[in-house]
């Protein structure tokens, strides 16, 4: 599996499935009849982590995949597996509506890198459904607090682009300033 590339098996006539990423941080699947399968990185605090440039999931120990999916089997169980070395993440029941929602922890015992999480169930009318998609597994990173006197390298960033825009911006100001005064200011007529 690699990103932006998902495997899915379904065994009904194969509707084209479209994936769509949310602000850079949800993956959406879904079809023209309804089908919807949604998956994130959370982490405790509820935020939801970006994807990277290439369009993977990227998760640390201790975060939750969190997915959702609509127009599935109403009271069937949805399973979520881990590959590599196969680990079941979690069994989800669907509602009556035919919509489920979970977050799935990543424990401390899942290796770091490259793997495929794997999301299977059944369409309303019995049709097996199973997505694959590639997600990266990285160590938690402990955030710091910066001292208020040394900024950080995205502080300094910041800063520089800032500074950087400043002089042109009072160009524009005073070339803005000089155009309209000359507007304003009244013509001789000459004889």
């Given at each position: 599996?690699?990103?932006?590339?998902?495997?899915?098996?379904?065994?009904?006539?194969?509707?084209?499935?479209?994936?769509?990423?949310?602000?850079?941080?949800?993956?959406?699947?879904?079809?023209?009849?309804?089908?919807?399968?949604?998956?994130?990185?959370?982490?405790?605090?509820?935020?939801?982590a970006e994807v990277t440039p290439e369009g993977a999931i990227v998760l640390s120990h201790g975060d939750f995949v969190?997915?959702?999916?609509?127009?599935?089997?109403?009271?069937?169980?949805?399973?979520?597996?881990?590959?590599?070395?196969?680990?079941?993440?979690?069994?989800?029941?669907?509602?009556?509506?035919?919509?489920?929602?979970?977050?799935?922890?990543?424990?401390?015992?899942?290796?770091?890198?490259?793997?495929?999480?794997?999301?299977?169930?059944?369409?309303?009318?019995?049709?097996?459904?199973?997505?694959?998609?590639?997600?990266?597994?990285?160590?938690?990173?402990?955030?710091?607090?910066?001292?208020?006197?040394?900024?950080?390298?995205?502080?300094?960033?910041?800063?520089?682009?800032?500074?950087a825009s400043l002089p042109i911006l009072v160009v524009v100001v005073l070339?803005?300033?000089?155009?309209?005064?000359?507007?304003?200011?009244?013509?001789?007529?000459?004889?």
């Amino acid at each position: 599996m690699t990103p932006r590339n998902p495997l899915v098996v379904q065994s009904d006539p194969e509707t084209p499935i479209d994936y769509v990423e949310i602000n850079n941080r949800v993956l959406l699947f879904q079809d023209s009849n309804g089908f919807r399968l949604s998956m994130s990185a959370v982490d405790d605090r509820g935020q939801v982590a970006e994807v990277t440039p290439e369009g993977a999931i990227v998760l640390s120990h201790g975060d939750f995949v969190a997915v959702a999916g609509e127009e599935f089997r109403p009271g069937s169980d949805v399973v979520v597996w881990l590959f590599s070395t196969p680990r079941q993440l979690g069994v989800v029941r669907v509602r009556g509506d035919g919509a489920f929602s979970q977050r799935l922890r990543i424990t401390n015992d899942v290796e770091l890198g490259q793997h495929t999480i794997q999301v299977n169930g059944f369409s309303k009318q019995g049709a097996v459904r199973s997505l694959n998609l590639a997600v990266v597994v990285r160590s938690a990173s402990v955030a710091t607090s910066p001292d208020i006197g040394s900024p950080t390298p995205a502080t300094e960033a910041r800063l520089t682009s800032r500074s950087a825009s400043l002089p042109i911006l009072v160009v524009v100001v005073l070339v803005a300033g000089a155009f309209a005064a000359g507007l304003l200011m009244p013509r001789r007529r000459s004889q």
